[in-house]
């Protein structure tokens, strides 16, 4: 008898578990990133050819306490491949818990992988000296800081430079967030942040694609989150930490205030890439307005772009990526192995959470408007 009423205690308690998981998984989906993740309808309609490479928690990511993530930006640095993740959890589901509640849950991790040897297994994520992932920035500053998030980096003449958003608080509505740059002189192996004094370039840069062409550092940025279009600026590459020397794109001219730049995309943008392609750069981005990540394509910055060309539904189910709760998001384009018939690209999941390697087949390129 007193068997039977312990396993009956354990299965309630079982329940109450999940039951309260549950509940948190709602409210944060719809409360804190007001993307509609619950409940949608999902779709099995293919609008390009797709193929899941591999994902990017392995044994070995596990070894040193990366069971989950999101984001997953990349850019090339000493012939590397270098991906980041944002908001990184311990072992699941509980650990999905503890990247948005605890004090002392990591924000983002760093680490690299051989051009050759290209796949997630390779990747040599950054340790700290007991064996565990090295965090790039301390994040979870009282009352300032609910999580540092990396949205692109690039390399310039041996340094990294790396750009954040760090949003202060997720349930605040409208979601406030600022733009953070870092630099690293030793390969990724430590990060300091320079400080951008008077930060107006938040206002419409706060999630940050930077890449170097011809010369010069050029830096896609979105403002609001998930609701703002996709906005251009530049700068010289040996001036990058001086935000005086930014300009910025007004749809005709370059000008020298952040709030003359114009809208180069228009839309409800979430987190974007833009790299460069043979002698193209391509652009992925959920367009929120439906729900649809979408490929542009340009020959310079400034444009014109392209038509979006649809990839895939944001809520897509797939054999290998079927989930009740959370859509898919963030597309970052992996520089050094794409190019103009294959694309790789990383992209999220909220529940199960994860990051996924894909690689997107545009030798019979029949991508719809």
């Not at 320079?194 to 550092?217: Q, T, Y």
């Not at 007004?250 to 943008?269: Q, R």
């Not at 392609?277 to 910055?301: C, H, K, Q, T, W």
């Not at 079927?322 to 999220?348: C, D």
Request: hydrophobic share 40%.
């Amino acid at each position: 008898m007193k068997a039977s009423k312990k396993n009956l205690c354990i299965v309630l308690g079982i329940f109450l578990t999940l039951g309260c998981w549950i509940v948190y998984g709602l409210f944060f989906a719809t409360n804190a990133q007001s993307i509609y993740l619950v409940f949608q309808p999902r779709t099995t309609e293919r609008f390009a050819e797709l193929e899941l490479v591999c994902n990017l928690f392995t044994p070995a990511s596990r070894s040193i306490g990366i069971y989950g993530g999101d984001l997953g930006a990349s850019f090339l640095h000493d012939n590397k491949i270098f991906f980041t993740l944002g908001d990184v959890s311990g072992p699941l589901p509980l650990g999905r818990l503890n990247s948005q509640i605890s004090d002392n849950r990591h924000s983002n991790a760093i680490g690299s992988t051989g051009l050759k040897d290209f796949n997630c297994s390779s990747i040599n994520w950054i340790t700290d000296g007991n064996g565990e992932f090295l965090e790039i920035i301390k994040s979870k500053r009282a009352f300032k800081d609910a999580s540092t998030v990396p949205t692109g980096g690039v390399s310039l003449n041996g340094t990294i430079y790396l750009f954040m958003m760090r949003m202060h608080d997720w349930l605040q509505k409208p979601a406030e967030a600022e733009s953070v740059l870092l630099k690293s002189l030793d390969d990724g192996l430590s990060f300091v942040e320079v400080v951008f004094p008077n930060n107006s370039f938040s206002s419409r840069f706060v999630n940050v694609a930077p890449i170097l062409f011809d010369g010069e550092v050029y830096l896609f940025g979105s403002g609001d989150f998930r609701k703002s279009p996709i906005y251009l600026a530049k700068v010289n590459s040996s001036s990058i930490e001086d935000l005086k020397s930014y300009q910025f794109f007004d749809g005709v001219s370059w000008k020298g205030s952040v709030s003359e730049a114009a809208p180069l995309i228009d839309g409800m943008v979430g987190e974007f890439s833009v790299q460069k392609v043979g002698e193209e750069l391509f652009m992925l981005y959920v367009d929120y307005s439906n729900d649809f990540i979408v490929l542009r394509r340009a020959s310079s910055p400034e444009g014109p772009w392209s038509n979006p060309k649809k990839v895939m539904s944001a809520f897509s189910v797939f054999s290998w990526g079927e989930t009740v709760f959370g859509n898919y998001y963030a597309p970052y384009i992996v520089p050094g192995v794409s190019n103009q018939l294959t694309v790789y690209f990383t992209v999220s999941l909220w529940w199960p959470y994860t990051v996924n390697l894909l690689k997107l087949d545009l030798g019979n390129e029949t991508l719809k408007t």
